[in-house]
């Protein structure tokens, strides 16, 4: 069965500085890689996804991941975040089927 | 484009009553529905998949005859909360997906309160 780990239950940073929000997964086989915001009591927004080619992929809002296949990793990175970024990140995996299995959220706090 | 609503986006009902939630897909017909509960703090579980016309498939420890699910069309899904309790107090998202894509589309959310 699939696993997601998110290894940061909360990040604090100051605006502008970079954020990295790590992501680990585990699955024996291929599988799909999406990040998702959510802002307070609201539904799951998509940041960006891997499903195949390039391992570093771009999203909405600057933010960007990379793929790791050897480290079964997917880490959102974004080199200047700003105020509106503080939310709650999950890191989320499927092989298929379309069942999302969600890691425990990483709360980003961005600090003036 | 992929607007997923729900409806009511927040209830407030007294122990031992049903509590119905509408998941629509907006602009587009889901071939399936996702069904999550989220407590204060933590991540999304999912509860159930339902496909149009066919019984929900529900995540092992749900509770098929409390959360009964419905997806009557291609664009409405329904979570009725049976006889809830307390306990049952949490924020309920859904999600719909087309066949192929492997994103999924999420609604807002629906915050229970039990009394």
């Known amino acids: 069965a699939q696993s997601v780990t998110q290894l940061d239950s909360q990040v604090p940073v100051f605006e502008e500085a970079p954020v990295e929000l790590r992501c680990n997964y585990s699955?024996?086989?291929?599988?799909?890689l999406f990040w998702y915001v959510q802002y307070p009591n609201q539904g799951l927004q998509l940041l960006l996804k891997y499903l195949s080619g390039s391992t570093l992929v771009k999203g909405i809002n600057g933010f960007e991941a990379e793929f790791n296949k050897s480290q079964t990793s997917f880490h959102l990175r974004k080199p200047s975040v700003h105020i509106s970024d503080t939310a709650e990140y999950f890191c989320?995996?499927?092989?298929?089927?379309?069942?999302?299995?969600f890691g425990q959220g990483t709360r980003l706090t961005i600090n003036p | 484009g992929a607007v997923v609503s729900q409806h009511p986006s927040r209830v407030i009902c007294k122990s031992g009553t049903s509590v119905k939630i509408e998941c629509r897909s907006l602009d587009f017909q889901a071939t399936t529905m996702f069904w999550y509960r989220q407590f204060p703090k933590q991540s999304l579980m999912l509860m159930a998949t339902?496909?149009?016309?066919?019984?929900?498939?529900?995540e092992q420890g749900v509770e098929k005859d409390k959360f009964l699910i419905n997806h009557a069309s291609l664009t409405l899904s329904t979570l009725t909360v049976a006889s809830a309790h307390p306990e049952d107090s949490s924020f309920y998202i859904c999600?719909?997906?087309?066949?192929?894509?492997?994103?999924?589309?999420f609604g807002p959310g629906t915050r229970l309160t039990v009394t």
């Open positions: 999600s719909a997906g087309v066949g192929g894509d492997y994103e999924q589309y």
């Open positions: 339902s496909n149009e016309g066919s019984k929900a498939t529900y």
């Open positions: 989320a995996v499927t092989k298929g089927a379309q069942k999302l299995v």
């Open positions: 699955s024996s086989v291929s599988v799909y």
